[in-house]
Structure formats: C-alpha cells, structure tokens
C-alpha cells in the first residue's frame, strides 16, 4: 500500500469459535469477482454462521456507511466484497460514492458465472437468520440489475483492483 495508511483494525465481534467479523478502516481495494469462499455465492450457504451475518447487516441498512469486506482478503491489505458491490451495495452510502467518484467500475464486476443470493435478507435467511431478527429490519431489499455481469476472469483472475 504505497503511499498510503495501513489499513487500521476498528473493531472485533466474536461470533463463534472460528468467526470473528473485524471492521477495518483505511484504503480499500475491491474484488471484481467473488472470491472462492465469498458468503454471497448460492453454493457456499452454510459456511458461514447466522450471527456473523446478524454482525454485519448494518452494511446493507439504507445509507450506511460501512461497506461488506472480503473475508479472505484479511485486514492487512482490505478489499471490499464483490458479491456485496454486485447485490448488497445499491443503498450502501460509503460504496454509492466509491462508484460515483470512479473509484469502483461497475463494469468490472462479474459473477464470473457463480448465482449470488439475491440480496443481504436473502442471503442471511439460506444462513440461518430469523427473517424477523431484528438485525436485518434495517436491511433494504435490492433489485441488483444495475451491476450486469461483465467481468472477462481472464483481465483479472485474481478478482482484486
């Protein structure tokens, strides 16, 4: 990260044995595509334990300003989630200004042909939330049309800017 602050650890909830959910503040890149064990993607539901999705569902509230993180990315060098920039992000404050500013190519993202659950809600009820938990009534839902897939794997096999 030339020229550039690291990337600060702000917060840690434990969720389980093995999930911790960290937010981090500083430069972030972003995954074009997602990555092999990425939440969003339909054939990796179960992966992940309800309550890290309940620790994160502020990310899809209306106007947040936090944004989903790519979990294998880690905190040393953070990337933003291309499931979440392709189906979570549409009332996301923090990632409507990346992309109106160019600094998120709407036209790079791709599915890279896996299904993504359709928006957080979706997402976090196949994962075992209560759809009443009172965690995803801040959650709005999506039409995620707007993020086309378009992604060629072969510019960007890694999925990362």
Do not use: K
């Not at 702000?10 to 595509?33: F, K, M, S, W």
């Not at 939440?39 to 209306?62: E, I």
């Not at 009332?91 to 993504?116: C, K, P, Q, V, Y």
């Not at 928006?119 to 009172?134: E, H, I, K, L, S």
Request: with cysteine; hydrophobic share 30%; net charge negative.
């Amino acid at each position: 990260m030339t020229g550039r602050d690291p990337a600060v650890e702000i917060g840690r909830q434990h969720v389980d044995d093995d999930h911790d959910v960290v937010r981090v503040l500083g430069p972030a890149g972003y995954r074009r595509t997602p990555c092999p064990g990425c939440p969003w993607r339909v054939d990796n539901t179960g992966s992940f334990p309800a309550g890290a999705f309940a620790a994160s569902a502020h990310t899809a509230a209306d106007m947040s300003s936090h944004t989903f993180g790519c979990h294998e990315s880690g905190t040393e060098r953070p990337m933003t989630c291309a499931g979440f920039l392709l189906r979570g992000a549409e009332h996301n404050m923090a990632a409507r200004l990346r992309f109106s500013r160019g600094e998120i190519d709407a036209g790079s993202l791709g599915t890279n042909g896996h299904a993504l659950h359709g928006d957080y809600v979706a997402m976090a009820v196949a994962n075992g939330m209560d759809p009443d938990d009172p965690a995803l009534a801040q959650c709005r839902r999506g039409s995620y049309a707007t993020h086309p897939d378009t992604t060629d794997p072969d510019t960007d096999p890694e999925g990362e800017s």
